[in-house]
């Protein structure tokens, strides 16, 4: 069987191994940074135009206990490895995907609402278009039940076998994924990493310096003809969620970007959640490094399964 796409579910499966600290605006996949962010001064980076990829999420303090695009990517790759060595134990042949046809690209950064004035250009409100999976059509009813746990009409029995076998509830693709998280779950901290990351965006949103940027920012918004209360109505607007792209739609959020840059809205609120950040964090660091101490355990680990799948391959043991 050749490279093949993963279903909803083990998709879902995939994405969710890692307990990081997701931000409020429903980003697809929180993004980690080798450190906490610090002032920078003038505007902040152009998440669309930064040729690092840089975000404002992943340079808040909180980044730092949750996974880097690069570790999702070697994460990834070795639970698919651990799925392929699985399915081979029923006699399935699991060719499986590069990790970065697996994991779609993160979302826009729009914690503050938007954020990439080369994005409000094009796309407007709208997220960049993302991939669409391939179709699992192609897998036998017995390739399908030994990767997903599933028979090919979408059921999950009980108690599935191949071969005389049980078969894992969630399949091979489940397994690999459970293999590689068990050992490094932490849900305590995992847990204080998600609450900080979210008390922090509604508690620097009080912040008075914060109250008087986004009132700025309003204001500049019912100069140029858009009444708008916060950065985070246009996304919400139903004219803006329709499949096309309008004028008008690409008009509101280049001065939605231009409001953001006059005001320094984007700087003021940023700086306002970091400080915040470092006050929650500071009240829960043993937790929290516990945490990092884990994650940074669990890449090593996905790191030396991949290693030692392109040493098989290399010498032709990968079989």
């Given at each position: 069987?050749?490279?093949?796409?993963?279903?909803?579910?083990?998709?879902?499966?995939?994405?969710g191994?890692?307990?990081?600290?997701?931000p409020?605006?429903?980003t697809?996949?929180?993004?980690?940074?080798?450190?906490?962010?610090?002032?920078?001064?003038?505007?902040?980076?152009?998440p669309g135009?930064?040729?690092?990829?840089?975000?404002?999420?992943?340079r808040?303090?909180?980044?730092?206990?949750?996974?880097?695009?690069?570790?999702?990517?070697?994460?990834?790759?070795?639970?698919?490895?651990?799925?392929?060595?699985?399915?081979r134990r029923?006699?399935?042949?699991?060719?499986?995907?590069?990790?970065?046809?697996?994991?779609?690209?993160?979302?826009?950064?729009?914690?503050y609402?938007?954020?990439?004035?080369?994005?409000?250009?094009?796309w407007?409100?709208?997220l960049?278009?993302?991939?669409?999976?391939?179709?699992?059509?192609a897998?036998?009813?017995?390739?399908?039940?030994?990767?997903?746990?599933?028979?090919?009409?979408?059921?999950?029995?009980?108690?599935?076998?191949?071969?005389?076998?049980?078969?894992?509830?969630?399949?091979?693709?489940?397994?690999?994924?459970?293999?590689?998280?068990?050992?490094?779950?932490?849900?305590?901290?995992?847990?204080?990493?998600?609450?900080?990351?979210?008390?922090?965006?509604?508690?620097?949103?009080?912040?008075?310096?914060?109250?008087?940027?986004?009132?700025?920012?309003?204001a500049c918004?019912?100069?140029?003809?858009?009444?708008?209360?916060?950065?985070?109505?246009?996304?919400k607007?139903?004219?803006?969620?329709?499949?096309?792209?309008?004028?008008?739609?690409?008009?509101?959020?280049?001065?939605?970007?231009?409001?953001?840059h006059?005001?320094?809205?984007?700087?003021?609120?940023?700086?306002?959640?970091?400080?915040?950040?470092r006050?929650?964090i500071?009240?829960?660091?043993?937790?929290?490094?516990?945490?990092?101490?884990?994650?940074?355990?669990?890449?090593?680990?996905?790191?030396?399964?991949?290693?030692?799948?392109?040493?098989?391959?290399?010498?032709?043991?990968?079989?």
């Amino acid at each position: 069987m050749r490279r093949q796409a993963l279903s909803a579910l083990v998709l879902a499966l995939l994405l969710g191994c890692s307990p990081g600290a997701p931000p409020p605006d429903g980003t697809a996949r929180p993004t980690g940074a080798p450190g906490t962010a610090t002032h920078r001064a003038g505007p902040p980076p152009d998440p669309g135009e930064n040729a690092a990829g840089t975000t404002l999420t992943a340079r808040l303090p909180i980044a730092r206990y949750s996974y880097s695009d690069d570790e999702y990517l070697a994460i990834t790759a070795a639970e698919l490895i651990l799925a392929r060595d699985c399915a081979r134990r029923y006699g399935v042949t699991y060719d499986p995907p590069q990790a970065t046809a697996v994991l779609a690209p993160p979302f826009a950064d729009r914690r503050y609402g938007i954020s990439s004035a080369r994005e409000a250009a094009r796309w407007g409100y709208h997220l960049p278009p993302q991939p669409d999976p391939a179709s699992d059509s192609a897998l036998s009813a017995a390739e399908q039940l030994v990767l997903y746990g599933r028979r090919a009409d979408g059921e999950s029995p009980r108690d599935a076998t191949h071969r005389g076998r049980r078969v894992p509830a969630h399949g091979c693709l489940g397994e690999g994924v459970e293999k590689l998280r068990k050992p490094y779950e932490f849900s305590a901290g995992a847990d204080a990493a998600s609450r900080i990351a979210a008390r922090s965006f509604v508690r620097s949103r009080q912040d008075s310096r914060v109250r008087a940027a986004l009132a700025e920012w309003a204001a500049c918004m019912r100069k140029n003809g858009f009444s708008y209360a916060s950065p985070m109505a246009p996304l919400k607007n139903p004219a803006f969620q329709r499949s096309g792209i309008s004028r008008q739609e690409k008009e509101t959020a280049r001065t939605d970007i231009a409001c953001k840059h006059r005001t320094r809205l984007l700087e003021t609120w940023f700086e306002a959640e970091i400080r915040v950040q470092r006050t929650a964090i500071a009240g829960d660091t043993a937790r929290l490094e516990q945490l990092r101490g884990l994650h940074l355990a669990k890449v090593r680990e996905a790191r030396r399964i991949v290693a030692g799948a392109d040493r098989d391959r290399e010498a032709g043991t990968d079989t």
